[in-house]
């Protein structure tokens, strides 16, 4: 896991949240767990076209839910974006091994 992603927690928490509740099946479950597991960076694996159809997929059914939002509700969703990309700036972690051996870390998934 040595991509600059997952030193953001927030980041690497969307990654452990998709890599644990989507399936084998899943394009998106199986980037996270691609990404997670070393195997490839997420730009690597965002590249793969199975990973990327869905990744365009996702985008583009949250941006018509945040559009379809009234106004002070997207106001408020807006505010708190803005709120998680000024702190995340600052928040970064040190990468750990998890148990060592990345293989184990991916079977945690399945």
């Known amino acids: 896991m040595t991509d600059e992603i997952l030193r953001q927690p927030l980041a690497r928490a969307v990654l452990t949240t998709l890599a644990r509740s989507r399936g084998g099946d899943d394009p998106l479950g199986s980037l996270a767990r691609t990404v997670l597991g070393g195997?490839?960076?997420?730009?690597?694996?965002?590249?793969?076209?199975?990973?990327?159809?869905?990744?365009?997929?996702?985008?583009?059914?949250?941006?018509?839910?945040?559009?379809?939002?009234?106004?002070?509700?997207?106001?408020?969703?807006?505010?708190?974006?803005?709120?998680?990309?000024d702190a995340g700036a600052a928040l970064t972690v040190e990468l750990e091994p998890l148990g060592g051996a990345t293989s184990e870390g991916r079977e945690e998934w399945r």
């Open 39 to 85: 195997e490839a960076d997420l730009r690597a694996a965002a590249a793969f076209s199975w990973h990327g159809r869905a990744l365009d997929d996702a985008f583009t059914a949250s941006l018509n839910e945040r559009d379809a939002l009234p106004r002070d509700e997207r106001a408020e969703w807006e505010r708190q974006a803005q709120q998680l990309r």
